[in-house]
């Protein structure tokens, strides 16, 4: 059996970094990792082939060779999906379908042949059975979850990995929290379910061998779910893992704002190799947490969680959301004064949206609010809900946050005041590549020559050189990420 896994192009959005990968001579941010390991699960005997479309094109060629096209994607790319399935069905290809869009909204896809929903590892062999015996069913699904002692390593001999900007890599599933705006505890369960320390051991090894040095990304919802495993148990592997390897990968992942209360966690993570932690932060605004159920950030002083984690070396990139029943008049400028106040420098500020599995939706559909037409990015000045607040209010509003956190003076002097904060631990080897220091002069180019706010540039690289020489990497890889940050909002502007 010959297969061709596709993964559907992604829109420029705030997280496709795709401005700044131009620096580093890189096309994506991370490869397919859905595809790789669902690539392991099917048969060693069958010939396959990966197509990522957001590095490479899908030719007639490719659909010609395959006897069936494997597609996994996201709500946001699903543009991409129907351009795709209409390309299989013309070729007269059969076509294999899951993943979170996929999982979401099958009903959206009866041209696909065989929707295989929910986790793999549960759904895929039952396919894989009835395809052999010749009567595969259109969907195969369940409500299940599964332990993950299953899951084989990603087939990472399918990845060019010199095309992408971090490699990544799942320790757990699942969030014991439940914010009504979210869809991962319908996908993955509120009991996170983890990976053996061994399994993550053997994914690095895997990864390691294949030359990959640099970032690599725990895509986990919530990678502190299960805590006394991390202290006991990966955390300290890890640690060992990368002092034996030279310090080989920087680890980034995500985790809620409570892991600031916990200073043994986060000494673990950064001795482990973590130095950046995506956080839902989501409003500054009480109520507005009270609404959509974030009890893990109310009742205490955000700001000084944020800080306490930059302090203890991890840098905090936070999630912020507009368009809550409860949001106050002057939310626009409470959300400006809160980022630029705390140093989150990566900073993604959204409308509310729904997911279609979401808690959200089900109480907006029940009050008439949901609308079908939704791209799936929520930083694109789109929502598939109808806001208590006239959408152009909202709108005008959302425009005002980001002109106010992106223009060159207030992202510049927010990079500072991280930069001020920081503390990474000491001793802390940089690994610098050619890649490095070639994204360092096309920053000079780019940044500081062609650029109007060109000046802050210098004034930052100045600053640094003088009171934080160390963190001179950082800070021009700040200063790059501002400029796709800017890139991609002007061009929606």
């Known amino acids: 059996m010959r297969v061709l896994l596709v993964y559907p192009t992604s829109p420029e959005t705030f997280w496709s970094f795709r401005a700044a990968l ?40 490719d659909l010609s060779w395959a006897d069936l096209v494997m597609i996994s994607a996201m709500e946001s790319q699903s543009r991409s999906v129907a351009e795709v399935v209409e390309r299989c069905r013309r070729a007269g290809v059969t076509t294999v379908a899951g993943g979170p869009l996929f999982t979401a909204s099958p009903d959206r896809y009866p041209e696909v042949d065989n929707l295989v929903l929910g986790e793999a590892e549960l759904t895929l062999a039952p396919f894989l059975s009835d395809l052999e015996a010749g009567c595969a069913r259109h969907v195969y699904d369940t409500e299940a979850f599964c332990e993950l002692e299953a899951t084989p390593t990603p087939r990472w001999d399918l990845v060019r990995m010199r095309s992408y900007n971090s490699m990544n890599l799942q320790y757990s599933r699942g969030c014991p929290y439940d914010c009504e705006f979210c869809d991962i505890t319908a996908l993955f369960g509120r009991r996170p379910r983890t990976k053996s320390t061994d399994q993550v051991l053997a994914e690095l090894d895997t990864i390691h061998a294949r030359g990959w040095r640099g970032q690599v990304f725990f895509v986990d919802d919530n990678f502190i779910g299960k805590r006394k495993a991390l202290k006991e148990d990966l955390l300290p592997a890890l640690a060992r893992w990368n002092r034996d390897h030279r310090d080989a990968f920087v680890f980034n992942t995500e985790a809620s704002i409570n892991l600031a209360d916990d200073e043994e966690l986060m000494d673990l993570m950064v001795k482990a190799g973590f130095d950046t932690v995506f956080v839902g932060i989501e409003s500054p605004h009480e109520e507005s947490l009270a609404e959509c159920n974030k009890v893990q950030n109310r ?17 905090v990139q936070g999630g912020f959301i507009l368009g809550f029943d409860a949001d106050p008049p002057n939310i626009f400028e409470r959300q400006i004064q809160f980022i630029q106040q705390s140093g989150i420098v990566t900073a993604m500020v959204g409308l509310l949206s729904a997911p279609r599995l979401s808690r959200l939706h089900r109480r907006l559909s029940r009050e008439g609010r949901i609308r079908d037409d939704w791209s799936g990015d929520n930083t694109d000045f789109t929502t598939n809900i109808i806001p208590r607040l006239p959408f152009e209010k909202l709108l005008e ?44 002069f096309k920053s000079i180019w780019v940044l500081g ?18 009171r934080r020489p160390s963190l001179i990497p950082t800070a021009v890889t700040l200063a790059i990420y501002g400029y796709h940050f800017r890139t991609v909002f002007q061009q929606a502007l």
């Open 22 to 61: 131009r620096f580093v001579s890189r096309q994506a941010a991370y490869p397919p990792l859905g595809l790789l390991t669902v690539a392991a699960m099917l048969p060693p005997d069958w010939d396959l082939r990966l197509v990522d479309l957001n590095i490479q094109g899908l030719t007639h060629d």
């Open 299 to 315: 009742d205490r002083d955000l700001l000084d969680s944020v800080r306490r984690l930059h302090r203890r070396g991890l840098q």
């Open 449 to 466: 020559i062609k650029e109007k706010g060109r000046r802050h540039y210098w004034a930052l690289l100045a600053w640094t050189a003088a």
């Open 397 to 440: 509003g959302y425009h005002s946050v980001l002109k106010g956190i992106y223009s060159h003076r207030s992202y510049y002097e927010r990079v500072r005041r991280f930069l001020r904060e920081f503390q990474p631990p000491k001793g802390k080897r940089w690994r610098l590549t050619r890649y490095d220091l070639a994204a360092f």
